[in-house]
């Protein structure tokens, strides 16, 4: 769910991207953190200011998302493309016709191993009175039918595309809150055809996906110290095993190997900064394994660690 300040106007704005941290620095609405799962990014992102409501077109990158919303507003997701691989948000995957919402300060996670196009629809203030589901502390996802999908789809697409079209300034109000009474219709009809589906149970159990957000708490406050299983399991008052399985689950991957995928970003980052040295950076987040982390940095970015750091330094 991404959002760029811009000027004001009807006209949509189109931001492309080709640098992890250009697009990092350039979300606004979120608080927002993520582990790309590839070298080189290619996003763009498209966005449409209206009054009291933003449409956000992005085409995304492969990567690990988390992410919560700012105060006061609704948030709609869905994914404008119909690939054979799904998305897995909030620890469920499924290649079926889904929405997501979330209002004020809800938070969300997702694994995206493609490059997708994700919508977004952003109102400002909080829907209530709609009769769309409540959310909480995190966000839901529903399946609705392929028909209500198609149509808010449509609708998005057909926004975008007039918004481009010239128009005088006196008529800027009376085609954004027609725009906006749209998109509003498109919505309220995704959420009428909800189909009844027993596997949204899962990530729509906030006591889970906090279960999870306490695990994600505890491995950020320090990337470069020892991580060992028992102890955060102990800390939280886990097995071992449950531990293992929520973070398989909302990460698609090992323990081990996430850890290992954000350390090396955040080296990056780091030499990227100019560090004083690969090693010390190395040793900083905990890879002791010189020569491992050297193969492991070349084969996750394309270069060397020192290719990094004089390129960093030279910015």
């Not at 006196?170 to 998109?183: F, G, I, N, Q, Y």
């Amino acid at each position: 769910m991404n959002n760029i300040d811009d000027a004001p106007g009807l006209a949509p704005k189109t931001f492309r991207f080709s640098d992890v941290d250009e697009f990092r620095n350039a979300i606004r609405g979120l608080n927002f953190e993520f582990t790309p799962f590839v070298r080189k990014i290619s996003a763009e992102q498209t966005i449409l200011s209206l009054p009291g409501c933003d449409v956000n077109l992005t085409r995304a990158f492969p990567r690990v998302v988390d992410a919560q919303l700012v105060e006061n507003c609704t948030a709609i997701g869905f994914a404008m493309d119909d690939l054979d691989i799904p998305i897995r948000f909030n620890g469920a995957q499924r290649d079926r016709a889904v929405i997501v919402i979330g209002s004020s300060g809800a938070a969300y996670n997702t694994i995206e191993e493609v490059q997708r196009q994700i919508a977004s629809v952003v109102f400002r203030p909080e829907v209530r009175d709609r009769g769309w589901p409540a959310t909480n502390s995190s966000f839901k996802i529903f399946e609705t039918s392929p028909l209500a999908l198609h149509w808010l789809r449509k609708v998005v697409k057909e926004v975008l595309a007039a918004a481009s079209e010239p128009i005088s300034s006196a008529e800027v109000p009376l085609k954004a809150a027609a725009m906006k009474e749209s998109l509003l219709a498109a919505v309220d009809a995704a959420f009428a055809n909800v189909v009844p589906a027993r596997w949204t149970q899962r990530p729509n159990d906030e006591r889970q996906f906090k279960l999870f957000q306490d695990i994600r708490a505890l491995l950020s406050d320090d990337l470069s110290q020892p991580i060992y299983s028992e102890e955060i399991a102990r800390k939280l008052g886990l097995s071992v095993r449950t531990l293992h399985d929520v973070v398989r689950r909302y990460r698609g991957m090992s323990l081990h190997r996430y850890l290992r995928l954000r350390r090396l970003w955040l080296v990056r980052q780091r030499l990227l900064a100019g560090a004083d040295s690969v090693k010390a950076v190395a040793l900083a987040f905990g890879f002791w394994h010189l020569s491992d982390f050297s193969r492991g940095y070349r084969d996750q970015f394309g270069e060397t660690p020192s290719q990094t750091l004089e390129f960093g330094r030279k910015r």
